[in-house]
């Protein structure tokens, strides 16, 4: 039952460029002398009008790899060493990142919705006021029209009396009707690609699906692209086409939703969907052995090594493996995927 | 990002801090200035009569203004008082004055927060309403007034200072009780039964210890700048006792021919006051950066 | 609304407390005198039988807590009784010189704040590069620098030494501005300096906090200008915790105008209470430290009020 946006393969884009493609993008950070390379090497697409789930621990790199994306990565003390990132057409890697052309994409092109409702709003400024200046900077809309906007934008994600609350302050609204205003602010200006950066972990459960459903609706009313961050496996069954899961920096799986749940291929993907309880089974749960690594961490080997159950002597000797299809559109970066089961 | 930040966040004062000590002079040699100064200044204070080449109350007005020389390093004054050693006594007086004062001034000051913060209600709108009274004097003026009426001399300096500062503490104190009277494990001894005093002791005491001392050294710089700018005025000591404000002011009358008469002193203040700042900074950042918006 | 009425009210209250218990010390401070009160109070000394008529007329001979509301109805009414050195009501003079203390004051203090928030936004900016270096070198100096030196200095080096401005003294800018200004920059400069220092580096310190914020992030990733990110976003929270300290640096402000007025001879409030305390004129000092006291929780009461305009989450 995944993918509310799952593009139709009638549809003439279904094989249409992707809206996102990202190459080789590598990140650094400097801290205390040390070098941490928290993104590495990292490659993927975004397909028009789907919704592309990244999964992985804190210190997995993912939400790293989409500020890099947007070109918010501070420097210094990080940079973004390496990796071309195609944005309908156009690599952002060779754009200042101050510019203007770049900032028309942030907002423009690319919406972002942020983890923490509670402090992604400016608390001194309206919300209609937050609202309005994506419109006014990006559409070029005058006052009143820009207003008139903003309170169809509250409507629409589900802020009733829209008009007159365009006056209020965010510390009025709880963490819920919040995240609905960073998701009217993030679509303000139709962007065709939206990042959702863990837009339901500070919620409550039954938010959480309210908010869900708001952003996958919305998304696809705009015919966009969602990326859908997240550690929740429950929400990326019910929510996205596709998937990549990442671990310490890199894409260790990447494949259509179903496949990859049906067959995992890499033995972290395979210990996370244990982790998960599911209706109608009596299992025990087990929690995978030992942590994950620091963020940035360098690694001779395999960095899933020290918890891999199904580690092959080649593991140990051999460098960390790279994506390799596994199944069509299915690909995974282990040494023992290829082999039978 | 500083190690020793987040090595001291738990505990204050636990034997491990003198092997930290080291590191942390290390990293941030502003601190290590600020002690080694405030180290010099001890030392020259306790020992001034030792240190001091002459005395520093001996005239000769054969000697008035000389410029620096072998002899007198740094000249002498209209009175022919060598003003190295003058200097010297100075630092005595300022530190002694400093410590006075803010020893007073916290042990007062923090009693009375300790008694709002605890018990709320009425004690604790009284006393705050009394500190908010006693703040909304300017510290000098009120020090002045004090002075006026209880006479120059240099108790009399330590007591307007006190007054003039235990407010601060009452303040800082109060907002710590606050919230560590409602900390998990402090409402568990109150509901066990222990006693406001046990509590006091046990519990709140240590807790706001770091900031006690972050703002007992920073208060010394301005209970420094205080007492030189009262005994520029005149107040607070009896000439020919030497202090760092006087001596600017019986300078002045001979800018023209000799200005370090008068700009010297100063800069021992500035020094001074500097070295207490960066210890109290550095001290600040490490143990409770959350003062930082505060002090 | 009605919350924001009773926050105004209980505010205007809680000063209104605070001045009378400071109006109580300063009476206390006055009867703490050792000797004579009426000696003291008149500054003369007679037989003993025009004493005990003096001390029946003054009312010395009621308790304490009547002469105490004696006294305060007569302060109330604007009579801060006679200054024995200039044989005036103290209220002429204080009258006279406050506008002075007034002037000098503002000017310093409109100094300081604009200066002072600029040279911290840049700092904070500018983080890192020798701009901010050097904004924070300078401002941990001016912290330890005394204000009646700095006087001092800046006579010698400007006055004495180049020629440029007067030594001291006081003209008013209605009577001649060109040399009133010239008159004035010297203290001025002095007396801002220390407020300067501390609002520079809180400024900076409450900027970079500020930038590390979440909504910050928010900002840029809607693709809004640096520039616009600063004024529009950053500054506007930044600035409202100095905001509140503006009422410590005002307090600070009032001493060091006590010492720029003795340093540059300026004939305001401050000198005025020096003198007066070498004088033994008491009168002028309980007075003087009365209107200060005055000045001081006005400043803070307004400062509070206007937080209600400044920080929306303060309105409900």
């Known amino acids: ?115 923490e409702p509670m402090t992604s709003l400016n608390p001194v400024l309206t919300i209609g006021r937050q609202i309005m200046e994506s419109l006014r900077l990006h559409l070029d809309m005058g006052r009143r029209e820009a207003r008139a906007r903003a309170a169809g934008l509250l409507s629409a994600v589900g802020i ?68 859908l961050i997240t550690h929740n496996l429950g929400i990326v069954a019910r929510y996205a086409d596709r998937i990549n899961v990442m671990y310490a920096g890199r894409i260790v799986e990447s494949g259509a939703t179903d496949d990859v749940f049906a067959d995992p291929r890499h033995p972290y993907t395979r210990a996370l969907l244990d982790c998960v309880p599911r209706l109608g089974e009596t299992r025990k749960l087990a929690p995978i052995a030992g942590q994950p690594p620091d963020a940035g961490t360098a690694f001779a080997h395999c960095p899933f090594l020290p918890r891999c159950a199904r580690a092959l002597p080649v593991c140990r000797t051999a460098p960390p493996p790279r994506l390799a299809d596994v199944a069509p559109n299915h690909s995974a970066a282990c040494h023992a995927a290829e082999l039978p089961e | 990002m500083d190690e020793a930040t987040t090595g001291s966040r738990d505990t204050a004062f636990t034997p491990s801090y003198l092997r930290t000590a080291a590191g942390i002079l290390r990293q941030r040699p502003d601190i290590a200035i600020g002690v080694l100064v405030i180290a010099v200044m001890v030392v020259l204070a306790l020992f001034a009569d030792l240190i001091a080449p002459y005395d520093p109350n001996r005239t000769s007005l054969l000697d008035s203004l000389m410029p620096m020389s ?14 190295l050693s003058r200097l010297i006594h100075g630092t005595r007086v300022s530190l002694q004055v400093g ?13 009375l927060g300790l008694l709002a913060g605890y018990f709320r209600g009425i004690p604790d709108m009284i006393i705050m309403r009394l500190m908010d009274a006693l703040i909304s004097v300017p510290p000098i003026i009120l020090a002045i007034a004090l002075a006026a009426v209880l006479g120059g001399g240099v108790d009399n300096v330590v007591i307007a200072l006190a007054v003039a500062l235990l407010p601060t503490y009452a303040r800082v104190m109060r907002s710590l009780v606050l919230v560590i009277r409602e900390l998990d494990y402090v409402v568990s001894a109150r509901v066990a039964g222990a006693g406001p005093l046990r509590i006091m002791i046990q519990h709140i005491a240590p807790n706001c210890l770091p ?83 505060q002090l | 609304m009605a919350g924001t009425l009773t926050t105004f009210a209980t505010r205007l209250l809680q000063s209104l407390v605070v001045l009378l218990l400071v109006s109580v010390l300063v009476f206390a401070l006055a009867r703490l005198v050792p000797g004579d009160p009426v000696k003291t109070l008149l500054g003369f000394e007679g037989t003993q039988t025009q004493i005990d008529e003096m ?105 004495l030494k180049l020629g440029w401005l007067p030594v001291q003294g006081f003209t008013s800018p209605f009577v001649d501005p060109a040399r009133s200004l010239q008159q004035l920059v010297l203290p001025v400069v002095c007396l801002a300096l220390s407020p300067l220092a501390s609002i520079a580096r809180q400024t900076r310190s409450s900027v970079l906090e500020v930038i590390q914020q979440d909504y910050v992030r928010t900002a840029w990733s809607k693709g809004l200008r640096e520039r616009a990110i600063i004024v529009g976003h950053v500054l506007r929270n930044a600035l409202m915790p100095i905001v509140t300290l503006t009422g410590v640096h005002l307090n600070h402000l009032l001493g060091g105008s006590v010492l720029v007025e003795t340093v540059f001879n300026i004939p305001g409030l401050g000198r005025l209470i020096v003198n007066a305390v070498f004088d033994k004129d008491f009168q002028v000092v309980q007075s003087s430290v009365l209107v200060f006291a005055v000045i001081v929780v006005t400043v803070n009461l307004l400062i509070d009020y206007s937080y209600a305009f400044i920080d929306p989450r303060t309105r409900r």
């Not at chain 1, 039954?206 to 869900?212: E, G, K, N, V």
Request: net charge negative; hydrophobic share 50%.
């Open chain 2, 70 to 83: 072998a002899e007198h390093w740094l000249g002498t004054d209209s009175l022919g008082r060598d003003v």
């Open chain 3, 55 to 159: 001390r029946e007329t003054l009312g010395l001979n009621r308790p304490l807590p009547v002469q105490y509301v004696a006294w305060l109805g007569e302060v109330l009414s604007g009579d801060f009784g006679r200054s024995i050195t200039y044989r005036e009501p103290v209220a002429d003079l204080l009258l006279a010189r406050l506008p002075v203390t007034a002037l000098l004051g503002t000017l310093a203090f409109v100094l300081a704040v604009v200066l002072g928030i600029v040279a911290g936004v840049v700092a904070a900016v500018y983080r890192g590069t020798p701009v901010d270096g050097l904004v924070t070198v300078l401002a941990t100096i001016g912290l330890a620098t005394p204000v009646f030196w700095l006087g001092v200095l800046f006579i010698y080096l400007f006055s």
């Open chain 2, 211 to 293: 900031s006690l001392v972050v703002l007992m050294t920073l208060n010394m710089g301005h209970a420094i700048l205080a007492e030189a700018s009262l005994s520029f005025l005149g107040i607070g000591i009896t000439p020919p006792q030497a202090a760092w404000g006087a001596m600017v002011s019986d300078g002045y009358r001979y800018m023209l021919q000799d200005p370090s008469l008068s700009l010297i002193p100063g800069v021992c203040v500035i020094v001074a006051v500097l070295a207490f700042n960066l210890a109290g900074d550095g001290l600040r950042d490490l143990l409770d950066p959350r003062l930082k918006g």
């Open chain 1, 160 to 227: 009733g009396d829209a008009e007159r609350r365009l006056g209020a302050y965010p510390h009025e609204f709880s963490g819920g009707m919040r995240q609905r205003i960073m998701i009217a602010i993030a679509v303000a200006c139709s962007p065709r690609l939206i990042i959702a950066d863990e837009p339901t972990t500070a919620l409550d459960v039954t938010t959480q699906a309210q908010i869900l459903e708001l952003l996958a609706g919305t998304v696809r009313d705009l015919g966009a692209s969602l990326v």
């Open chain 1, 1 to 115: 039952m995944a993918g509310a946006g799952r593009p139709d393969p009638d549809l003439p884009e279904a094989d249409a460029a992707p809206t996102l493609s990202v190459r080789g993008l590598s990140t650094e950070f400097r801290a205390g002398g040390r070098v941490r390379r928290v993104v590495d090497d990292v490659s993927f697409d975004v397909k028009r009008r789907e919704i592309l789930a990244f999964v992985g621990e804190s210190g997995s790199g993912k939400s790293v790899t989409f500020l890099s994306v947007l070109r918010l990565i501070a420097d210094p003390p990080g940079r973004i060493v390496d990796g071309s990132v195609l944005f309908d057409g156009e690599d952002l890697m060779t754009l200042d990142p101050k510019g203007a052309r770049m900032r028309s994409i942030r907002g423009g092109g690319i919406g972002f919705v942020f983890q």
């Open chain 2, 99 to 111: 410590v006075f004062a803010v020893f007073s001034a916290a042990a007062v000051g923090t009693f």
